[in-house]
């Protein structure tokens, strides 16, 4: 089942900071984010597991809460270069189902 | 090297044509994907092969024909396409026994049916 994401979009100025939500209907065991680029293939943010392992990626990490069966990625101090469709993905194994995406702006 | 390749960039085929995309990753990686993404979209997992064995086919029409040659490549054979099957096409490849399955994209190629 595809998680949703919140927001859809957000449009930001270089250094402020950001929050993308991803829930889930489904028990959640890991949560993957990436972040796509127009024209460019998904790059690999971070996972995060059940139990509470997390991985950090410059001046971004993210949360998972998985009695919430959510996952909550933050930006902080945004630059130009963070701009693109931010995907959470949630599964099992190596069946992942990506949300519909969150496109985050940033501006000078 | 964390590099996945995937030929050719841009592909422009009719419905009645043959063709196959390429993919090569070099990371020792057991696990290599295709997926399908459209315009706006999320990526859309098609195959997943595992140990060269396809272990997941999401219900994928039978004019995608996947094949994993060795642990190194991945192929999708193309044939009879429908101008809806129009999309970029993905490849991406993982560790495996992890528990965590994290994916590395290749730059995809951008399919045209005609």
């Known amino acids: 089942q595809q998680p949703v994401q919140s927001p859809q979009a957000v449009i930001l100025r270089e250094g402020e900071d950001a929050v993308i939500n991803c829930s889930s209907s489904?028990?959640?065991?890991?949560v993957h984010w990436y972040r796509q680029k127009h024209g460019e293939a998904p790059v690999f943010l971070m996972i995060?597991?059940?139990?509470?392992e997390q991985k950090g990626h410059e001046k971004i990490s993210a949360s998972f809460n998985e009695k919430k069966q959510q996952s909550s990625l933050y930006l902080t101090a945004s630059q130009l270069s963070y701009s693109g469709t931010y995907f959470c993905?949630?599964?099992?194994?190596?069946?992942?189902?990506f949300g519909k995406g969150t496109l985050l702006t940033v501006n000078p | 090297d964390t590099e996945v390749t995937q030929t050719p960039k841009h592909l422009v085929m009719g419905m009645t044509n043959k063709k196959s995309l390429k993919c090569e990753q070099h990371m020792g990686h057991r696990a290599m994907y295709w997926y399908k993404q459209k315009a706006k979209k999320p990526p859309e997992l098609m195959f997943v092969?595992?140990?060269?064995?396809?272990?997941i086919n999401e219900s994928v029409p039978s004019r995608f024909s996947p094949e994993c040659p060795n642990s190194s490549l991945l192929n999708l054979h193309l044939h009879a396409l429908q101008p809806e099957d129009s999309a970029l096409y993905l490849c991406?490849?993982?560790?495996?026994?992890?528990?965590?399955?994290?994916?590395?994209f290749g730059p995809g190629t951008r399919l045209t049916v005609t």
């Open positions: 991406a490849s993982s560790a495996t026994g992890t528990g965590r399955y994290e994916q590395y």
């Open positions: 993905g949630t599964g099992s194994n190596y069946k992942l189902t």
């Open positions: 092969y595992s140990y060269e064995k396809l272990s």
């Open positions: 489904k028990a959640l065991y890991s």
């Open positions: 995060l597991l059940k139990g509470g």
